[in-house]
């Protein structure tokens, strides 16, 4: 990490914790070798047990694990309140676009089992707004707890509940 006069000015303690902990991370990452790189990622896309076999929504789940992925990352740099916002906000977005998406082709094909699927889809999403608006008013932090829960929804979710759709939606030529 390359830093500007001017931002060396304005360093302060938290600053100074989170750059020692990226340089404790990178010496361990150099020590321990590939391991440590797979661990220091929240969610790890595993094609074999996360694929759904549609290339566009594989596409999607990806970008939603990136997302959390990057939360994950601020958290670790110690950054989390100045850009927790943005990121939560485009989590949210890509969420409701992607929870769309599915829901498209539920309706597009009758899709037997849309009804409780969907209702999975408006509770992780009135979850998460939930954490915005606490945030937002400054009641919570971005807490590895937060974290923790939207890495076991969203994987919990794609292997349980999205990838029951892979026969049907396959069967009718969506891949
Ligand atoms: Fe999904
Ligand atoms: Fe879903």
């Known amino acids: 990490m390359i830093l500007t006069l001017q931002q060396i000015r304005h360093i302060n303690n938290s600053d100074l914790v989170a750059i020692k902990n990226m340089v404790f991370c990178k010496q361990t990452v150099l020590e321990t070798g590939k391991e440590m790189v797979m ?39 110690g950054r989390s309140n100045e850009i927790f916002e943005k990121l939560i906000s485009d989590l949210i977005r890509y969420t ?24 999975q889809h408006k509770e992780f999403i009135d979850k998460i707004s939930l954490f915005k608006k606490d945030f937002d008013s400054g009641k919570t932090g971005l807490t590895r707890k937060v974290l923790d829960f939207l890495r076991d929804w969203l994987v919990e979710h794609i292997m349980g509940t999205d990838k029951k759709y892979s026969k ?3 069967d009718h030529g969506l891949r």
């Open 39 to 77: 661990a220091s990622t929240l969610i790890q896309w595993d094609d074999r047990k996360m694929s759904v076999n549609i290339e566009e929504i594989d596409k999607q789940h990806k970008a939603l694990v990136g997302l959390i992925n990057n939360l994950f990352d601020v958290v670790k740099a």
């Open 96 to 119: 409701e676009f992607h929870f769309l998406d599915e829901e498209k082709y539920f309706k597009q094909y009758n899709y037997p089992e849309a009804k409780a699927h969907m209702l």
């Open 168 to 170: 049907f939606f396959n």
